[in-house]
């Protein structure tokens, strides 16, 4: 936020997009984080194997609770990754150096992780269908419509929060205590409308979590937006 | 208002200290058994003003989190950091209250009911943000972490409370739009009085808690102005 005149640099979303493809260009070359968030999942996933008997409780009941949990623990190696990469050269201080809206900086940081987390998922929903035994073709559609808009949310407050943690010098121990109760309703929201998609309801069955994860999405965006230029500031 | 002595926090002290005897006597001596439930209900008069205070605390932390972000001035910061531990304070009486009260009433110390889920979830982010500015290793910059982390904790509270009543209810209602007053006269005006009460007993602990954090700061700019002059010569 520059005083008295426009920004030298680029423009909003052109900022925004800079800074995802940036991260999105360094783990395509190291894949750090997508190769353990991908490895903790499945390990998750067998975790919860053993906790509780898959096969004998239909998949409609825990499914949608172990995937959420899951997607939730591997979310936050992303978002903490996003955030520490940055900090081993100091290259944050680069980028707050940079002459763009530190909204831009947020989105484009967020939009990094949300891509990071929807490949994970892009990989763990086949995995699950197979490994739990539902339909996944019959439910993709609206399956992926849910994952998505409760992906974003979770995104959103696990790239502010990283930055958060980051800030303080603490990794993703602070990230998870503060990621988790926050985002609760967007997770109760999310196992909600998973589970209704996998009995096989229609989406209208469930509008009106549809609609409080819809809006959790924008406020957020929002809070965001505004806030994570206070984050930044040292 | 510098000091303990000071006429305003002596007098707040002295009304404290007047209305809370009252409380106690009008909970234990005027106010009727509960038909159901008997003396166990006599609970409710602390449970459910330390639950409006907690959560009318939550929004004076909102209030002052905006306001320290945008003047920066400390007094906002420091009556942030203390309407959040006074949150955190009253959301842990009305944490152990609760299930004092439902062990007799429902049979279970603990059950997954929106309002116990939403003041629980409430004390972990309050707890949070303690936690952050605590972690933070300058005072300006967990002030400004934690006044975020308040706005965003704030803002969740009411979509958390919407979220866990959909997800499941049986938490006693006892006011609400379209149902009679269920209070027995006696019974309404006990709680009227301990709202008041505990209203008050907030206010004084409010204003105590924000001095101390303002000398800290005081002890803290002393510490570093000696620093400075100790490097220098």
């Not at chain 1, 949990?69 to 900090?87: D, K, L, N």
């Not at chain 1, 603490?170 to 909600?192: C, N, Y």
């Not at chain 2, 009556?79 to 209250?97: I, K, N, Q």
């Amino acid at each position: 936020m520059t005083r008295g005149g426009r920004p030298p640099g680029p423009g909003f979303l052109r900022a925004c997009w800079i800074v995802a493809a940036k991260d999105l260009r360094l783990e395509g070359r190291t894949l750090d984080a997508l190769s353990s968030m991908v490895l903790f999942s499945l390990i998750v996933l067998t975790v919860f194997s053993f906790a509780f008997d898959l096969t004998t409780v239909p998949s409609a009941r825990l499914v949608p609770g172990v995937l959420w949990t899951t997607f939730a623990f591997s979310g936050v190696i992303a978002f903490a990754r996003s955030f520490q990469t940055e900090r081993i050269r100091d290259s944050l201080t680069a980028l707050i150096l940079s002459p763009v809206d530190r909204g831009a900086l947020f989105s484009g940081k967020a939009l990094a992780n949300l891509v990071l987390v929807l490949v994970l998922q892009a990989v763990l929903l086949p995995l699950s269908a197979v490994f739990f035994g539902y339909d996944l073709p019959a439910v993709a559609p609206s399956l992926v419509f849910v994952v998505l808009l409760h992906t974003v949310g979770i995104a959103e407050l696990g790239t502010l929060f990283a930055a958060i943690a980051a800030r303080v010098g603490r990794g993703e121990a602070l990230l998870a205590t503060l990621l988790f109760p926050f985002s609760s309703p967007l997770l109760i929201s999310a196992v909600k409308c998973t589970s209704a998609v996998l009995e096989g309801k229609p989406l209208a069955a469930v509008k009106p979590w549809l609609l409080v994860a819809g809006g959790f999405d924008v406020l957020y965006f929002l809070v965001a937006l505004v806030t994570f230029e206070y984050v930044l500031e040292d | 208002m510098d000091r303990l002595s000071h006429p305003v926090t002596v007098a707040l002290l002295v009304i404290v200290g007047v209305l809370m005897l009252g409380a106690n006597f009008m909970v234990f001596l005027y106010a009727p058994d509960e038909r159901v439930m008997g003396a166990v209900q006599r609970i409710f008069y602390f449970h459910v003003p330390a639950a409006m205070v907690a959560f009318a605390s939550t929004f004076v932390m909102l209030g002052a989190s905006i306001a320290y972000l945008w003047t920066r001035r400390r007094i906002w910061d420091n009556l942030a950091r203390s309407a959040t531990e006074l949150a955190l304070l009253f959301c842990a009486l009305v944490l152990v209250t609760g299930p004092i009260w439902a062990r007799p009433a429902w049979g279970v110390w603990w059950t997954w009911e929106a309002k116990l889920t939403t003041t629980l979830l409430l004390g972990l982010l309050l707890a949070a943000c303690v936690l952050v500015r605590s972690y933070a290793d300058s005072a300006e910059k967990g002030a400004r972490l934690a006044s975020v982390l308040g706005i965003v904790a704030a803002l969740d509270v009411p979509i958390i409370y919407r979220a866990v009543d959909w997800w499941r209810g049986q938490h006693p209602v006892v006011f609400g739009p379209g149902k009679k007053d269920p209070l027995a006269p006696e019974m309404r005006n006990t709680l009227s009085f301990c709202l008041l009460a505990f209203l008050s007993l907030y206010a004084l602990l409010l204003l105590l808690r924000t001095r101390i954090a303002c000398h800290e700061d005081r002890v803290q700019d002393a510490t570093e102005m000696l620093g400075a002059r100790g490097e220098s010569a």
